[in-house]
C-alpha cells in the first residue's frame, strides 16, 4: 500500500524513507497541502512504469499506422506525451462565478 508523506516530513526523515523503499521497497506519495506532489518509489518499479508505457505506445503507433516503431521513437513519443499531460495539468482552472 502506498503511504503518504508531507513535504516536512521527506525533508526530517529522507534517509529513512530513502531506506525503506530500496530495502522493503515501500512507496510513498508526498504531498504539500494535502496535495500530491511526487512519488517515491522503488528504481524497478519506475523502470517498470517506463518499459509499459514503451509498449503501450508501441502498440498504439501500430494500431494507428499499421508500421512499425522503433523502441528509441516509441519512449521519444511517450515522453512527449508526458510533457504534454504536465503542462495540462499545470494550467491554472477557470472557476465558475
Given at each position: 500500500?502506498?503511504?503518504?508523506?508531507?513535504?516536512?516530513?521527506?525533508?526530517?526523515?529522507?534517509?529513512?524513507?530513502?531506506?525503506?523503499?530500496a530495502l522493503r521497497h515501500d512507496e510513498f506519495v508526498i504531498e504539500?497541502?494535502?496535495?500530491?506532489?511526487?512519488?517515491?518509489?522503488?528504481?524497478?518499479?519506475?523502470?517498470?512504469?517506463?518499459?509499459?508505457?514503451?509498449?503501450?505506445?508501441?502498440?498504439?503507433?501500430?494500431?494507428?499506422?499499421?508500421?512499425?516503431?522503433?523502441?528509441?521513437?516509441?519512449?521519444?513519443?511517450?515522453?512527449?506525451?508526458?510533457?504534454?499531460?504536465?503542462?495540462?495539468?499545470?494550467?491554472?482552472?477557470?472557476?465558475?462565478?
Amino acid at each position: 500500500m502506498t503511504e503518504k508523506v508531507s513535504t516536512i516530513d521527506v525533508r526530517q526523515r529522507i534517509g529513512d524513507l530513502l531506506n525503506r523503499v530500496a530495502l522493503r521497497h515501500d512507496e510513498f506519495v508526498i504531498e504539500r497541502k494535502g496535495k500530491p506532489l511526487a512519488a517515491l518509489v522503488p528504481i524497478e518499479r519506475l523502470e517498470q512504469m517506463r518499459r509499459f508505457a514503451r509498449r503501450h505506445a508501441l502498440e498504439l503507433l501500430e494500431k494507428q499506422k499499421q508500421s512499425t516503431v522503433s523502441e528509441e521513437q516509441a519512449l521519444e513519443i511517450a515522453l512527449e506525451a508526458q510533457r504534454s499531460a504536465r503542462k495540462q495539468a499545470r494550467k491554472p482552472r477557470r472557476r465558475a462565478k
